[in-house]
């Protein structure tokens, strides 16, 4: 079993529609959980961050982590085109340990 | 700032060539890594360093691969002899480790094509 897994999709939703990406994790000491988001031919960026469990927003994007589960969501509201990229769920246990990157999942908003 | 810098963009190169990545971190980040990027296996970290030292090499795939952090703003990556399965593009990523939160800004990558 990897130490997280993601749904490499590709996933496909009309402008407008709400996405949701998750991830499942193994490892119970993970404690800073974020989103990278990486557009085709470019570096993955940071988009999001919680710490531990529960909600934090941004604007169309929200981020979930149930610990208890061992399981993290990233939604977005009102998609765009523009937010058709790679989306890579990490997660680390702080000061710089362990840091580890999901597969990533493809997302397509459809115009 | 100008974010992290990475050199070159693009190479092509032939089988048994020597090649070498740089990479120039965010100036007063205190940890750089190095990763490769393919379809088939995702993003796969290489190398790790702390305050220039290597903390976590197990991800390098072979003795092909070296790398080396001289000052806190400079790495290189090198792989020597280059074989077509290293073809990938290879993201160099620095932080700043002094608080638990810990996020990781990326370059523009490398583009490697061995022929």
């Known amino acids: 079993q990897k130490e997280v897994e993601q749904d490499p999709g590709p996933l496909s939703v009309p402008e407008g529609a709400i996405v949701s990406l998750n991830c499942t994790y193994s490892n119970s000491a993970f404690q800073y959980f974020m989103w990278y988001r990486q557009y085709s031919r470019k570096g993955p960026e940071l988009l999001m961050y919680t710490y531990s469990s529960g909600n934090k927003e941004d604007g169309r994007f929200t981020a979930q982590v149930d610990k208890s589960s061992k399981y993290i969501s990233l939604f977005i509201r009102d998609s765009q085109p523009s937010d058709s990229a790679t989306y890579l769920c990490a997660m680390s246990d702080g000061y710089g340990q362990n840091f580890v990157f999901g597969p990533g999942t493809r997302l397509s908003v459809l115009p | ?115």
């Not at chain 2, 965010?26 to 360093?49: A, C, D, K, P």
């Not at chain 2, 703003?73 to 020597?80: E, G």
């Not at chain 2, 996020?103 to 583009?111: A, K, L, V």
């Open chain 2, 1 to 115: 700032d100008a974010g992290v810098i990475q050199s070159p963009r693009h190479e092509v190169t032939e089988m048994g060539q020597e090649v070498t990545l740089r990479c120039k971190p965010i100036s007063g980040h205190n940890s750089l890594f190095w990763y490769r990027q393919t379809m088939m296996r995702g993003l796969e970290l290489l190398i790790y360093f702390n305050n220039n030292v290597p903390i976590d090499d197990s991800g390098m795939p072979e003795d092909r691969f070296s790398a080396k952090m001289p000052n806190a703003s400079f790495s290189t990556l090198k792989i020597q002899p280059s074989e077509p399965r290293d073809s990938a593009v290879y993201f160099c990523a620095s932080s700043l480790v002094t608080s638990p939160q810990e996020t990781q800004y990326f370059g523009p990558g490398t583009r490697l094509l061995v022929l």
